[in-house]
């Protein structure tokens, strides 16, 4: 997993998996990662060490109805949907549920956790779009994880400000862009990422600057900036 964590030591980053993170993975969770691994562009699988933070998340503000953009294969959908309740709901959503169907969702059947899950392909800012339509959604959300469209990432922060009760958690993936956005030399980032941490640098600056929100930017798997709604 060294390709998921921003730890300069491979030697430590294995440390903190073997020794808080994986004795305390469900079953089902580890089976779902065993199966990515294997799974084309396992890499944007959340980072387990990640995952394990959004479950305290999940349960310090007692989630019962959450929000997620960008699924894959469901690694952080599987753990949201064993951390609320039996009544909980989350609505995930995704431009494509090939892998998901492929590899997540029979272990989630395993898990007993489908019923619970909301699944919608498609383009997250229409369904985001058309939840603020009925203002009764206005409020109601306690926990929303954004992994997917670095272009939108600020775009999906206003609307689901709005989604989000006062004191609801939103946590954005992949900030810190496997440490390129601290790269003062853009010629030194491979090609392939620049783009997005152009965007990642640009989305933190205003993030930042946001004083709707508290927030701490962690480096835990490929970065996650955790928000608090004020107000």
Same mark, same amino acid.
């Given at each position: 997993?060294?390709?998921? /964590?921003?730890?300069?030591?491979?030697?430590?980053?294995?440390?903190?998996?073997?020794?808080?993170?994986?004795?305390?993975?469900?079953?089902?969770?580890?089976?779902?990662?065993?199966?990515?691994?294997?799974?084309?562009?396992?890499?944007?699988?959340?980072?387990?060490?990640?995952?394990?933070?959004?479950?305290?998340?999940?349960?310090?503000?007692?989630?019962?109805?959450?929000?997620?953009?960008?699924?894959?294969?469901?690694?952080?959908?599987?753990?949201?949907?064993?951390? %609320?309740?039996? &009544?909980?709901?989350?609505?995930?959503?995704?431009?494509?549920?090939?892998?998901?169907?492929?590899?997540?969702?029979?272990?989630?059947?395993?898990?007993?956790?489908?019923?619970?899950? &909301?699944?919608?392909?498609?383009?997250?800012?229409?369904?985001?779009?058309?939840?603020?339509?009925?203002?009764?959604?206005?409020?109601?959300?306690?926990?929303?994880?954004?992994?997917?469209?670095?272009?939108?990432?600020?775009?999906?922060?206003?609307?689901?400000?709005?989604?989000?009760? %006062?004191? /609801?958690?939103?946590?954005?993936?992949?900030?810190?862009?496997?440490?390129?956005?601290?790269?003062? &030399?853009?010629?030194?980032?491979?090609?392939?990422?620049?783009?997005?941490?152009?965007?990642?640098?640009?989305?933190?600056?205003?993030?930042?600057?946001?004083?709707?929100?508290?927030?701490?930017?962690?480096?835990?798997?490929?970065?996650?900036?955790?928000?608090?709604?004020?107000?």
């Amino acid at each position: 997993m060294e390709n998921k /964590g921003l730890l300069q030591s491979k030697e430590l980053y294995q440390y903190i998996l073997d020794t808080s993170v994986y004795p305390r993975e469900s079953k089902f969770l580890k089976e779902l990662r065993d199966a990515t691994a294997n799974y084309p562009g396992a890499l944007m699988g959340t980072a387990p060490d990640a995952g394990q933070l959004m479950t305290l998340l999940l349960d310090l503000v007692n989630a019962k109805k959450t929000i997620e953009i960008g699924v894959f294969t469901g690694y952080s959908l599987l753990l949201t949907a064993l951390s %609320i309740p039996e &009544d909980g709901k989350v609505t995930a959503i995704d431009v494509s549920r090939k892998a998901y169907d492929e590899i997540g969702f029979p272990i989630m059947q395993k898990a007993g956790v489908e019923h619970k899950i &909301d699944f919608v392909e498609s383009l997250a800012l229409p369904v985001l779009d058309k939840l603020l339509e009925n203002t009764e959604n206005e409020g109601t959300f306690d926990f929303a994880y954004v992994d997917a469209d670095k272009v939108n990432y600020w775009n999906y922060h206003e609307k689901l400000l709005k989604l989000l009760r %006062i004191g /609801g958690v939103v946590v954005y993936d992949n900030t810190l862009w496997g440490g390129s956005v601290a790269m003062s &030399d853009e010629s030194l980032v491979p090609e392939s990422y620049r783009a997005s941490r152009r965007l990642s640098i640009e989305f933190n600056k205003l993030i930042a600057a946001d004083s709707r929100i508290r927030l701490s930017q962690v480096p835990v798997g490929d970065g996650s900036t955790v928000c608090i709604r004020l107000h």
